[in-house]
T-cell receptor, first 112, second 111 residues
Framework: ETGVTQSPTHLIKTRGQQVTLRCSSQ?????VSWYQQALGQGPQFIFQ???????GRGNFPPRFSGLQFPNYSSELNVNALELDDSALYLC???????????FGPGTRLTVT | GQNIDQPTEMTATEGAIVQINCTYQ??????LFWYQQHAGEAPTFLSY????GLEEKGRFSSFLSRSKGYSYLLLKELQMKDSASYLC????????????FGKGTKLSVIP
């Protein structure tokens, strides 16, 4: 059984650019949640996907968007990058009715 | 919205017991979670409480009082490897769990 994986590990982008981050959920998990963690802070909920549809969204602007694919993997897209988007982006997978979420190692995004 | 408060930093001695408190105000609640996060790593699940009372799991215990909006994580027989950030989170959502995290408590275990 493979755990949650994310790619890339690190990424450097310029302000105004667009970025796509990827997450492969743990085998069998049908729900993926994305979180943003700024340095020294706790993770902030961005959104959650279940059965390829958004199932809840945190306080993030529309330039943060996502997708979930039939194999339950997921993408996070961020348009018009801002300096404050620099953070660790974590995805977590779970079964929909399960309280236990398994986090991936994260993607460290730096916006310059 | 959600508001979650926990101490920023704590220090404790190897072998001792430490209690990390968390208070929360929430507009939706389907559980109180504790996660451990070592520096540069992903959070790992420690505990889940949805009913009032104490849940014990080895050296770690977690307590919840929903009426007081209060939880604590108790770590016994501290080990050096317990040095990490401990994140309190409130779950919300219908059928699923969307977590709102506190800022985390950085615990340093000293010899």
């Amino acid at each position: 059984e493979t755990g949650v994986t994310q790619s890339p590990t690190h990424l450097i982008k310029t302000r105004g650019q667009q970025v796509t981050l990827r997450c492969s959920s743990q085998s069998g998990h049908n729900t993926v949640s994305w979180y943003q963690q700024a340095l020294g802070q706790g993770p902030q909920f961005i959104f959650q996907y279940y059965r390829e549809e958004e199932n809840g969204r945190g306080n993030f602007p529309p330039r943060f968007s996502g997708l979930q694919f039939p194999n339950y993997s997921s993408e996070l897209n961020v348009n018009a990058l801002e300096l404050d988007d620099s953070a660790l982006y974590l995805c977590a997978s779970s079964f929909f009715y399960s309280y236990e979420q398994y986090f991936g190692p994260g993607t460290r995004l730096t916006v310059t | 919205g959600q508001n979650i408060d926990q101490p920023t930093e704590m220090t404790a001695t190897e072998g001792a017991i430490v209690q990390i408190n968390c208070t929360y105000q929430t507009s939706g609640f389907n559980g109180l979670f504790w996660y451990q996060q070592h520096a540069g790593e992903a959070p790992t699940f420690l505990s889940y409480n949805v009913l009032d009372g104490l849940e014990e799991k080895g050296r770690f215990s977690s307590f919840l009082s929903r009426s007081k909006g209060y939880s604590y994580l108790l770590l016994k027989e501290l080990q050096m490897k317990d040095s990490a950030s401990y994140l309190c989170a409130v779950g919300s959502g219908a059928g699923s769990y969307q977590l709102t995290f506190g800022k985390g408590t950085k615990l340093s275990v000293i010899p």
